[in-house]
């Protein structure tokens, strides 16, 4: 089992740069990680980084290419995803996710479903 626990939220102005931090144990060094999203009122996650287990190929969803940057460092059980230029839709509750599989194919990544463990969220708020 792994415990994730995400930090970094709070507010920032468009423009800005934010990093969120997620925090795990246990198995982390196995897994895949992904960043994904959620607006308020949306039901469904918004995929937005994800990144194999030995950070050898990072992923990134439209909305945030070449904004973001998803990086990790195995022995501090550490996940990162560093966000530049702020717009106001970023605005919204972060979470990281362990996925315990291998796909060659980018869509693979970007499915919050098959997922196994995730943090609570952090918010990020727009300040602006």
């Known amino acids: 089992q792994v415990q994730l626990v995400e930090s970094g939220g709070g507010l920032v102005q468009a423009g800005g740069s934010l990093r969120l931090s997620c925090a795990g144990s246990g198995r982390f060094s196995a897994y895949a990680m992904g960043w994904f999203r959620q607006a308020p009122g949306k039901e469904e996650r918004e995929f937005v980084a994800?990144?194999?287990?030995?950070?050898?190929?990072?992923y990134y969803s439209d909305s945030v290419k070449g904004r973001c940057t998803i990086s990790r460092n195995n022995a501090k059980n550490t996940l990162w995803l560093k966000m530049n230029n702020v717009k106001p839709g970023d605005a919204v509750v972060y979470s990281c996710a362990t996925l315990e599989g291998y796909d060659t194919d980018s869509r693979y990544y970007t499915t919050a479903r098959i997922y196994d463990y995730w943090g609570q969220g952090t918010q990020v708020t727009d300040s602006s």
């Open positions: 994800a990144i194999t287990y030995n950070s050898d190929t990072t």
